[in-house]
């Protein structure tokens, strides 16, 4: 009995003498460090502004996370090369996420509290931006997200922003483009149900489909991972519909656009975002002569994109994506705000970020709405021979 | 007999009691049973009130993960470790118990509450540190561990029916049953209907708390659940996981596990219903891996079935592994180290990941059988008795 009593005693008594001297370390470790820049949160003495970035660096949504940040870090270098925000630099902290909602809690909270950022900018994903949103708002630190498209994510508080578009908009465009300007009246959907974005934006298109008087046929879904989709495609075929709203991700899109057409359907596919990529040339001719909605063209005369594409271009080697645009526009707006904020304390720049209006971004002018999401217009895209083309330009419904 | 009576002195002599009075006293059932629960309590209050404080936001968050995490590792350690079985669907029973608590406190608080903002004590207060005045319990925290209870119990349901078909046979099935039941619940719960909001107060009011069990958010996740999980609560989970687990490795129940894990054969020759404490081990299990769903969705105020795949399952299963096949404090000490790692390995940058995995294979090639074996953290700086270590 009486080991029996010592044994439960070690049981519970040594992980709870151990987990705070672990934590301890590990706390310590970090707050030493970042204890002499501490002070920039609150007033202005010395040394550089901290802003922080979450993101999906490594993981099956890699790319969207590196193409953000990349865009924020050409953002970062270019401001700091003119000298800074008020005289100050930016230092630019970047965790990863790994693509999950814990690890995004614990990146933020890693941000907020050891590395004293003035501002957070993240995520990609709707669901990691929920998740970690909260620890924004409760810390009371502005949270810009670049491409999470869920209405929920700005619901959160009023400390949390974002510069792209929102699902319902972005269903709307798919939707007036099919019915306004292609005069097409039947629709068909296929769209990835474990997917938050896809399922999303699949029932606001059919919403302001039907409300602009069209009709969907059949809606199919998918799940992650899926390669055949001739099942959904044959059931869709047997309606007839006069053109498929695909709202998935480009990988999926070349592969069902390539089925469809060996299963001999050849209406038109209209998609959105998700569909931005250079590999949309693996699908061949199958996407010729398909659209899909978007954040801007890099085909833009505005000086503000084809200074970002040059400059990109020169940094990277490559073409900027979407998200990368996105993120840089993100950058830049927080920057915007804070060189108007009264001071960087968290609810005065959030107040600035609030008042942005007109701010002059690469993916469109940006002006902060009440609900704090940004007022901004959508491009159509058009496919030809695997490349994609300026189309259309649709704007926000009065 | 010359044997039996020397076994018989050499019992009295350790214990230095007589045989009679080896049994205790029947009045202190009652603080034998509750006084390692009380232990725990102090400990997490002590946790709660003192340590997070000192340690700061940072500190806690993984205090809390950390605390999750343990409370995976040693239920699924006593499926794995102390029967044998190889189960590798945890997080399916997490992400059950999870949504199951984070309906229950979301859609709970808009009916009685009529929204979903917090309504607990100072021990379930999760916002911002001081920001807090009133009482020590609130009357939100009764549907919080309401629902955390409610969580467990869905998820040793389905750990029942899962474990009843599927324990009934030997070797790599409940692997394969496991894998696919973890996959079914993530799917399903991706095709929910989507959440009620508070504009649909009313709607939530007037549907049955039933029928609102299939509006958990899609593929979104559910979101916006107050969040009561704190350390405290957390710390009292820890506890009564570890103090079931250690009661349970040196109870006759837990010989029978052992011996099924060791050779199921002879385990039925000696009159072990394997498939009934099979069955139960699962179950046990299951319960906890709910319970620690429920206290991950209430505690970021969010939970999505898309990260509740396979691969946290095995996240959860390399920590039982490295913390040594049946080892309660191995899979304790495994899943603090697990949850720190990633974050102290942050200053390698983009290799985090890769120096992670570097590292877990160094580990498993320099201690295959695990940071402490079957034996546990205390059994090393004790005499190596002849029965220890199998």
Redesign the interface.
Known sequence: ??M?????????????F???I???V??CE??SSSSSTQPATGSASGGAIKIGHYGS??GSEATFGVSTDNGIKLAVKERNAAGGVNGKQIQLIT??D?G????A??AV??L???DGVVAVLGEVA??RS??AG?VCQ???VPMISPSST?P?VTEIGDMIFRVCFIDPFQGYVGASFAKNQLKLDKAATLY?????Y???LN?EFVNAFEKLGGQVLIQQAY??GDNDFSAQLTAIREKNPQFIYIPGYYTEVVNIARQARKLGVTCPLIGGDGWVSEELKNAGDALDGCYFSDHYSQEDKRPEVQDFLKKYKSEYGKTPDSMAALGYDAANLLFDAMKRAKSLNGHDLADAIASTKDFKAVTGNITINEHRDANKLAVIQKIQGGQFSYYATVEPPK | MAETAMLRKRMSVSASESPEELRPPAWSFVPRAFAPLLVGTVVAGILYFFVQPAIGGFGSNLLLFAGINIILAVSLTIVNGFTGQFSIGHAGFMALGGYTAAAIVYYGSFKIYGDASFHGGLVSWTGRAGGFRGPLLGSGDLLFVGATVAGGIVAAAAGWLVGLPSLRLRGDYLAIVTLGFGEIVRVVLQGTDEQLRRYDLELIRSTPMLKLMNKLGGALGFIGIPAYSTVFWVYLWVAIMLIVAVRLKHSSYGRALLSIREDEIAAQAVGVNITRYKVRAFVLSSFFAGVAGALYALQIGSINAGELGFQRSFEILIMVVLGGLGSVSGATLAAIILTALPEVLRFVDQYRMIVYSLLLIIMMIVRPQGLFGVREAWDLFRRRRPRGGA
Request: charged share 20%.
């Open positions: 009995m009486h029996r009593a010592k044994t439960l005693a070690l049981a519970v008594l040594a992980p709870a151990l987990l705070p672990l934590f301890l590990v706390g970090k707050q660096m490594t965790y990863d790994q999950k909602g814990q690890e809690v614990t909270t890693r907020i509290q050891q709707s669901s929920i998740a909260p409760r810390e009371g869920n929920q990835n149900r474990s997917q938050a896809s399922a999303g029932k799940a992650d």
